[in-house]
């Protein structure tokens, strides 16, 4: 496997990603050179980091989207002043999409804005969330309500990681990367591991670099996310957040069939990619509440006018707003029965 560098092209707030193996042992070399002390952000059982002499001290969070809350950012920033971390040093993100969201949080209003370097130890943080700069926890009402856009300084992927990922884990890795599958149009099922997720870096620092704050472009990134992120939220997390985007991902291409923009073979490809290809599965297991799903996705962040999703279409993926609640309660009945 090799070291690949992607640059995330954002002007004076451009940065770096590392990915390869091994390569979270450069993490010293990623931060700040002002900052003199360092707040390790991360969770129990994570792999550890060195940070060769920095003064550093280590704070946990809990497991589990309970934990990714505001009273979590609280708790962190009450670490922060206790550690005396000044605006000029550095926070270091180690561990996954929750550790690497919720520690941007902090770090984005830690003295209104602290330097983060993020240190991505699953595939979902690898090849998404540690990129980009979106931050956040959930409320009651919905994953990644509040939020703020906080680029890291760098982020650091390091593959040796992926080795002792729980099964569950890396499974929500894939439903991502079979998102990158249909955005990008490219077969990344022959690449080494390496490539595939160096691919997919590549492909989402270029979406990020060309629309930082989700005007455009940015939001291809959530084919899937509309049911996938209201699976999430009915099941209460018991379907993580990749399994739920894989499923999302066929859903979506379902509803694009119905709405008569792509042929049935082309909802086939996203059955065959999400349920062989990455071997995930293209529904829930069990009954799921219609009315409930229909209520968490009218609660999107991208829902500004009626129900929106991204959807298929020959000339690639576009954002479609106003869909007919109707129609998609309608697909979702259908998709979801047994
Ligand atoms: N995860 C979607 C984005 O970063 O825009």
């Excluded at 770090?107 to 998404?128: E, F, I, K, Q």
């Excluded at 099922?189 to 990020?208: H, S």
């Excluded at 073979?265 to 509440?289: C, I």
Aim: aromatic share 6%; net charge negative.
């Amino acid at each position: 496997m090799s070291r690949h560098e992607v640059i995330v092209d954002l002007a004076e707030r451009s940065y770096p990603i590392i990915v390869g193996p091994g390569v979270s042992r450069e993490v010293v070399g990623f931060l700040p050179s002002a900052a003199k002390r360092a707040v390790i952000v991360t969770q129990d059982g994570l792999p550890t980091i060195d940070l060769a002499g920095v003064p550093s001290t280590t704070v946990y969070i809990g497991r589990g989207e309970e934990h990714k809350t505001l009273a979590t950012v609280e708790e962190l920033c009450r670490a922060f002043a206790g550690f005396g971390l000044t605006r000029n040093d550095v926070i270091v993100a180690v561990g996954g999409g929750m550790v690497t969201d919720v520690a941007g949080f902090a770090a984005s209003m830690w003295h209104r804005g602290t330097a983060v370097v993020h240190v991505a130890t699953s595939l979902v943080a690898m090849v998404d969330a540690a990129i980009g700069g979106k931050t956040g926890v959930n409320i009651f009402e919905g994953k990644n309500l509040l939020g703020a856009f906080w680029q890291p300084d760098a982020v650091l992927c390091d593959l040796d990681h992926l080795a002792s990922l729980p099964a569950a884990e890396t499974r929500c890795g894939w439903g991502e990367v079979a998102k990158y599958h249909f955005i990008s149009g490219q077969d990344m099922l022959a690449m080494d591991l390496d490539e595939r997720v160096a691919t997919c870096v590549r492909i989402k620092a270029e979406i990020v670099s060309a629309d930082e704050r989700d005007a455009g472009a940015r939001a291809l990134l959530n084919y899937g996310h509309t049911l996938g992120h209201a699976i999430e939220t009915v099941t209460r997390h018991s379907v993580a957040h990749g399994e739920a985007v894989a499923m999302g991902l066929v859903f979506a291409a379902r509803l694009a069939h119905r709405l008569g923009r792509i042929d049935w073979n082309r909802v086939q490809r996203h059955h065959e990619v999400v349920g062989q290809e990455y071997g995930l599965a293209v529904k829930p297991s069990g009954p799921l509440d219609v009315n409930a799903l229909m209520v968490a996705m009218a609660r999107d962040k991208k829902a500004t006018a009626g129900l929106t999703f991204v959807l298929d279409s020959p000339r690639g993926l576009e954002v479609v707003a106003g869909i007919d609640p109707d129609i998609v309660s309608s697909v979702l009945v259908e998709y979801l029965a047994p």
